[in-house]
């Protein structure tokens, strides 16, 4: 079977979601056409949810260019509105996403200060707001009125897990949009397919990421990620007491082991990062790094320490977390071969050490640490300090095993 070439090609198992999407598109087409159609599938504000990796930020996306397409069946992927949309350059589809914690109070106000524009080119001016559940409350109040009064041709587009993440004030006002996490087989066909992964190694990828597409992907491409993986179920197996638990909790938060394997103090400072990132910017404008900087530019160059901060510490977040989903399906495992199911293991690769320990482990001290790796991930979401959340994480794995 040939690929989909059209925009919704790389949403996989969205049917529901593709169709309404494009019935949307569809009407919107009538409107810019001053068509008498019936147009009521089309709204000017969307609330797009569904699971992480379930692929919303891309179902946005898909949809901006269905609008902005010139093709007769909107969403063609091949026209220069779909290709501008997904190179991120067309200029009536502005996207706010974020590495730090909080969304920019100022980039929503100046997108609601655009949305009362006419469109530069297009048919209608879109904005999209990626992770909407990490706006604060008087940024989401900026943002309701715009949804309240919206500009004539503008949609907006928020994205995030669940419903109940924005205010219901907003919610009443959007249509929602939901997508559901596709099929480990789904995900596997679409890295064959589009990315051109062996399928065995793609059937492992899909498997090892539980069907998000985005860690599926750079598991299959991405030496990095597949080291992370790696490395966590490595640390994992070594704990065979209390006393390790202590040990291996330091190594998953040295951020430079887990993210490059290597051992050791390489941390760089603040100072240097700031700085690395200023030299960065400067050859992007073709400027001689230890050179002067001209004062027009400087505002450009110039980077802020405390959002360099603030996105290292939203990096090593992600990071733990990472990797507690990958701790949390090593117990899945164990937990499925303790009941003797046929469902297939998430970590092939380990499964030795998997069986052995389903051997060792009874079924109920296997989901008690289950819900201790679940604690620990929402304890580090309230800003635990990461290296006692896993200590105690791995000490609760180590408690009701004798292993040795
Ligand atoms: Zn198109």
């Not at 679409?190 to 992964?197: A, F, I, S, W, Y």
Request: with cysteine.
């Amino acid at each position: 079977m040939v690929a989909d070439s059209s925009v919704f090609g790389d949403l996989v198992g969205q049917k529901a979601a593709v169709d309404e999407i494009r019935r949307a598109a569809q009407a919107a087409g009538r409107i810019i056409r001053n068509d008498t159609g019936n147009t009521s599938a089309m709204t000017h504000a969307w609330l797009f949810t569904g699971p992480p990796g379930s692929g919303r930020s891309l179902a946005a996306r898909a949809f901006a260019a269905a609008l902005q397409c010139s093709a007769e069946i909107p969403g063609c992927g091949q026209c220069r509105e779909c290709k501008a949309v997904f190179a991120g350059s067309h200029p009536d589809v502005k996207i706010v996403s974020t590495d730090l914690v909080t969304i920019c109070a100022t980039e929503v106000r100046e997108f609601v200060a655009q949305s009362y524009l006419a469109p530069a080119c297009g048919n209608w001016r879109v904005f999209i707001i990626e992770d909407a559940d990490r706006m604060l409350r008087r940024t989401t109040n900026v943002l309701l009125k715009a949804i309240e009064e919206p500009g004539p041709r503008t949609v907006w587009i928020l994205c995030t897990a669940a419903v109940a993440d924005v205010l219901p004030t907003i919610r009443s006002r959007c249509r929602n949009i939901n997508l559901v996490t596709p099929s480990v087989g789904e995900v596997a066909k679409l890295l064959t397919e589009r990315d051109g992964t062996d399928p065995q190694t793609a059937a492992v990828c899909a498997q090892a990421a539980q069907s998000h597409i985005g860690v599926a992907r750079a598991l299959a491409t991405d030496a990095q990620a597949s080291g992370i993986r790696k490395r966590t179920l490595e640390i994992l197996v070594s704990v065979r007491g209390i006393g390790d638990a202590v040990i291996a909790a330091e190594a998953l938060t040295n951020t430079d082991y887990m993210m490059y394997g290597k051992k050791g103090k390489t941390k760089t400072s603040l100072a240097e990062k700031v700085s690395a990132e200023k030299t960065k910017k400067m050859e992007a404008l073709g400027l001689d790094a230890a050179g002067k900087i001209p004062a027009a530019l400087r505002n450009q160059i110039n980077v802020d320490s405390a959002l360099v901060k603030r996105r290292e510490t939203r990096a090593k977040r992600d990071l733990y977390d990472r990797e507690l989903i990958y701790l949390e399906s090593y117990f899945r495992d164990v937990l499925v071969c303790r009941l003797g199911s046929s469902v297939q293991l998430i970590n092939p690769d380990f499964e030795q050490s998997i069986r052995r320990r389903a051997e060792n482990t009874q079924i109920g001290a296997a989901i008690k640490i289950l819900d201790e790796l679940e604690q620990a991930r929402a304890r580090l979401a309230q800003n635990g300090a990461p290296a006692t959340v896993f200590a105690a994480a791995l000490g609760a794995v180590t408690a009701d095993v004798n292993l040795f």
